[in-house]
């Protein structure tokens, strides 16, 4: 199988009138499919379940996106048998008649770009940039994933002697299960899911409830790709019925999951204690957020360091484990961009995000979000000065001013506390050194930003600046596939490094074959 060299998807250009037409087109269209039902789907075939989810849109609460399934124990417990037979086949089937599933799937959501457009827009409130981006990112896992696997399962050849053969290669792991977040549900579920799937394993797939309906169509869509009935098994459900159970059963043999640190760390525990009906260590592969700071010296273009800040603290309303909380900036400048940061983000448009392709500012998710970041808001005025925003927005759905609060306190909570929605909190310092500690001063360690012009500044930040995403002199947020490998340190997770070339080696466990030969192979040939 041969693919040319790996290239990023490009973002839809949505200054031409034909590709507006054809977004509002699809997304007017998509109305006629809501309240339709989405059943879970276990060996290829569909289980309504004794539950449903209700999927909603946070700009309207009271408009149905749609239906989907909830499964039970049962359900959990018939899919992992299902998926651990649907590994034998499907673990020997060729690295490259894996990988070409990924690249017909990538060709599928290209074609029905506009249709996931607008259920990212509905179901989670993204703007068309922030859909468009994700629905990118998600064509661009399939296909860097897929090239990976062309190269990653082959026989590497090892110091042979006199007598001996010996080859190193890699191996699937077996029945895994994927738990993914609402924030980014199509890029990041596509990316947990293939790259644990085009490594020969085969998994479950538990969506946010939230986004359920954006999960049902990419198991629709990669049905459409050809994979075999038990490699994807879709098991949507309540985290609090069936969260504990997926994750404990013991032919469970690994779980990828992105949320925040609580439930990551819950997990944790749940699949480190001993199971005597278990003959492994569960691997565990999780993102689980961040308190990224963006760091502004003395020296930075305060212009160019300005729409950084708006973009990474404001982009998707904050919710986004890179998003940008804390503003660290030296005191000779602060006034300056902090004047500049609002007038910046005063400018930000509202509306419900299907409406326009410009809309920047839409609704928070949830409504638990929504009363959370409230009350988050509340929490910063008791130790910071509130500058810009800081109330809910007057209209239907879950909509928050963009908050900005000046004086915060690194130790504090809007130093401390990932909110997880539009609120930001400017932290003063008086040097680069200081703004550094400052910086790695959070139990995470996700993404980072310096705007600086002084070299030796920089070079200082990518040493000491404990971050696994680290960028220099543009924003902390949208990390390209290929491009910049994503995951953090400390409590930001397992610095999985989606979208890197060492990634798929979170979903396989390496082999080395020796033997002795009596009448000698090529060098090099596996066993």
């Given at each position: 199988?041969?693919?040319?060299?790996?290239?990023?998807?490009?973002?839809?250009?949505?200054?031409?009138?034909?590709?507006?037409?054809?977004?509002?087109?699809?997304?007017?269209?998509?109305?006629?499919?809501?309240?339709?039902?989405?059943?879970?789907?276990?060996?290829?075939?569909?289980?309504?379940?004794?539950?449903?989810?209700?999927?909603?849109?946070?700009?309207?609460?009271?408009?149905?996106?749609?239906?989907?399934?909830?499964?039970?124990?049962?359900?959990?417990?018939?899919?992992?048998?299902?998926?651990?037979?649907?590994?034998?086949?499907?673990?020997?089937?060729?690295?490259?008649?894996?990988?070409?599933?990924?690249?017909?799937?990538?060709?599928?959501?290209?074609?029905?770009?506009?249709?996931?457009?607008?259920?990212?827009?509905?179901?989670?409130?993204?703007?068309?940039?922030?859909?468009?981006?994700?629905?990118?990112?998600?064509?661009?896992?399939?296909?860097?994933?897929?090239?990976?696997?062309?190269?990653?399962?082959?026989?590497?050849?090892?110091?042979?002697?006199?007598?001996?053969?010996?080859?190193?290669?890699?191996?699937?792991?077996?029945?895994?299960?994927?738990?993914?977040?609402?924030?980014?549900?199509?890029?990041?579920?596509?990316?947990?899911?293939?790259?644990?799937?085009?490594?020969?394993?085969?998994?479950?797939?538990?969506?946010?409830?939230?986004?359920?309906?954006?999960?049902?169509?990419?198991?629709?869509?990669?049905?459409?790709?050809?994979?075999?009935?038990?490699?994807?098994?879709?098991?949507?459900?309540?985290?609090?019925?069936?969260?504990?159970?997926?994750?404990?059963?013991?032919?469970v043999r690994f779980v990828s999951f992105t949320g925040s640190a609580d439930v990551g760390l819950r997990i944790q525990e749940l699949i480190s204690k001993p199971d005597p009906?278990?003959?492994?260590?569960?691997?565990?592969?999780?993102?689980?957020?961040?308190?990224?700071?963006?760091?502004?010296?003395?020296?930075?273009?305060?212009?160019?360091?300005?729409?950084?800040?708006?973009?990474?603290?404001?982009?998707?309303?904050?919710?986004?484990?890179?998003?940008?909380?804390?503003?660290?900036?030296?005191?000779?400048?602060?006034?300056?961009?902090?004047?500049?940061?609002?007038?910046?983000?005063?400018?930000?448009?509202?509306?419900?995000?299907?409406?326009?392709?410009?809309?920047?500012?839409?609704?928070?998710?949830?409504?638990?979000?929504?009363?959370?970041?409230?009350?988050?808001?509340?929490?910063?005025?008791?130790?910071?000065?509130?500058?810009?925003?800081?109330?809910?927005?007057?209209?239907?759905?879950?909509?928050?001013?963009?908050?900005?609060?000046?004086?915060?306190?690194?130790?504090?909570?809007?130093?401390?506390?990932?909110?997880?929605?539009?609120?930001?909190?400017?932290?003063?310092?008086?040097?680069?050194?200081?703004?550094?500690?400052?910086?790695?001063?959070?139990?995470?360690?996700?993404?980072?930003?310096?705007?600086?012009?002084?070299?030796?500044?920089?070079?200082?930040?990518?040493?000491?600046?404990?971050?696994?995403?680290?960028?220099?002199?543009r924003g902390c947020t949208g990390a390209l596939v290929g491009v910049h490998p994503f995951g953090g340190f400390n409590l930001s997770g397992t610095d999985s490094k989606a979208?890197?070339?060492?990634?798929?080696?979170?979903?396989?466990?390496?082999?080395?074959?020796?033997?002795?030969?009596?009448?000698?192979?090529?060098?090099?040939?596996?066993?």
């Amino acid at each position: 199988m041969y693919l040319p060299r790996f290239t990023n998807e490009p973002i839809c250009d949505y200054s031409n009138p034909a590709n507006v037409e054809a977004a509002k087109r699809s997304i007017h269209g998509l109305t006629a499919t809501f309240n339709d039902f989405h059943p879970a789907i276990i060996g290829g075939e569909p289980y309504d379940g004794a539950k449903s989810i209700v999927s909603t849109t946070p700009a309207h609460p009271d408009l149905v996106i749609g239906r989907v399934a909830s499964c039970g124990k049962e359900h959990v417990d018939r899919a992992i048998h299902v998926a651990q037979d649907a590994f034998h086949s499907w673990s020997r089937t060729a690295p490259d008649e894996r990988a070409d599933k990924l690249v017909k799937l990538a060709s599928i959501m290209r074609h029905r770009r506009f249709e996931l457009l607008g259920l990212l827009c509905y179901e989670i409130g993204k703007d068309w940039y922030e859909a468009d981006a994700e629905i990118a990112e998600a064509i661009d896992f399939c296909e860097y994933y897929a090239r990976l696997a062309l190269t990653h399962f082959q026989y590497a050849p090892l110091t042979r002697l006199a007598n001996e053969d010996n080859a190193y290669h890699y191996i699937p792991l077996g029945v895994g299960v994927i738990i993914s977040p609402w924030n980014f549900p199509l890029a990041i579920l596509a990316g947990m899911t293939m790259a644990a799937v085009v490594a020969g394993n085969t998994v479950l797939i538990k969506p946010s409830s939230d986004t359920a309906v954006i999960a049902a169509k990419l198991v629709d869509m990669a049905e459409e790709a050809g994979f075999p009935a038990g490699v994807l098994n879709f098991t949507p459900g309540s985290g609090g019925e069936i969260g504990d159970h997926i994750v404990t059963h013991p032919l469970v043999r690994f779980v990828s999951f992105t949320g925040s640190a609580d439930v990551g760390l819950r997990i944790q525990e749940l699949i480190s204690k001993p199971d005597p009906r278990r003959r492994w260590l569960t691997r565990y592969v999780s993102e689980m957020g961040g308190k990224n700071a963006i760091v502004v010296d003395d020296t930075a273009d305060l212009e160019m360091a300005s729409s950084g800040i708006v973009r990474s603290a404001f982009g998707f309303q904050g919710q986004k484990c890179s998003a940008c909380s804390r503003l660290v900036v030296d005191r000779r400048v602060k006034g300056r961009l902090l004047d500049m940061v609002v007038e910046k983000t005063k400018a930000l448009p509202v509306a419900d995000p299907w409406e326009d392709c410009c809309v920047f500012t839409g609704p928070v998710a949830n409504r638990g979000a929504y009363n959370d970041i409230l009350k988050a808001i509340d929490a910063g005025k008791n130790e910071a000065r509130l500058v810009l925003g800081g109330r809910r927005i007057d209209r239907d759905g879950f909509f928050i001013e963009p908050t900005i609060f000046d004086g915060a306190s690194s130790n504090g909570f809007l130093g401390q506390e990932e909110i997880f929605g539009p609120v930001l909190g400017v932290i003063e310092v008086e040097s680069f050194e200081q703004a550094l500690k400052v910086a790695n001063d959070t139990r995470y360690g996700l993404t980072g930003s310096v705007y600086s012009r002084a070299l030796d500044r920089l070079d200082q930040a990518r040493t000491e600046f404990h971050v696994g995403n680290l960028y220099l002199n543009r924003g902390c947020t949208g990390a390209l596939v290929g491009v910049h490998p994503f995951g953090g340190f400390n409590l930001s997770g397992t610095d999985s490094k989606a979208g890197g070339p060492d990634y798929l080696l979170n979903f396989t466990q390496g082999k080395t074959v020796s033997e002795r030969v009596t009448v000698m192979r090529a060098p090099g040939i596996g066993v």
